[in-house]
Nanobody, 121 residues
Framework: QVQLVESGGRLVQPGDSLKLSCASS??????MGWFRQAPGKERKFVAA????????YYADPMKGRFTISRDNAKNTLYLQMNSLKLEDTAVYYC????????????????WGQGTQVTVSS
């Protein structure tokens, strides 16, 4: 069993940067991912990373702006978000997958409760 707790979400302005964290408790040898859900929309894939950190994947809108990383010694996953846009406003979720790196949420076994990121001028 893995418990995931996201943090770092807050109100920011367009163009700002923000770093989200996801702390995991329990044994975590899983691939990890970030998803987000904007108001009134379905949850969507943002980025994923293998357990070793050697493989990363990004949704197209995030490429070049977001960076996923992890520190396994600290059992923590990160999402560095730069050049934030209004459309990045969403609840951001971290998730753990026992099936390897995945871009679809059905392949993830454990989920956090989410952290709100609001981009507004």
């Amino acid at each position: 069993q893995v418990q995931l707790v996201e943090s770092g979400g807050r109100l920011v302005q367009p163009g700002d940067s923000l770093k989200l964290s996801c702390a995991s408790s329990g044994r975590n040898s899983y691939a990890m991912g970030w998803f987000r859900q904007a108001p009134g929309k379905e949850r969507k894939f943002v980025a994923a990373i293998s357990y070793s950190g050697g493989n990363t994947y990004y949704a197209d809108p995030m490429k070049g702006r977001f960076t996923i990383s992890r520190d396994n010694a600290k059992n923590t996953l990160y999402l560095q978000m730069n050049s934030l846009k209004l459309e990045d406003t969403a609840v951001y979720y971290c998730a753990a997958s026992s099936r390897g790196v995945a871009t679809t949420e059905v392949l993830y076994d454990y989920w956090g409760q989410g952290t709100q990121v609001t981009v507004s001028s």
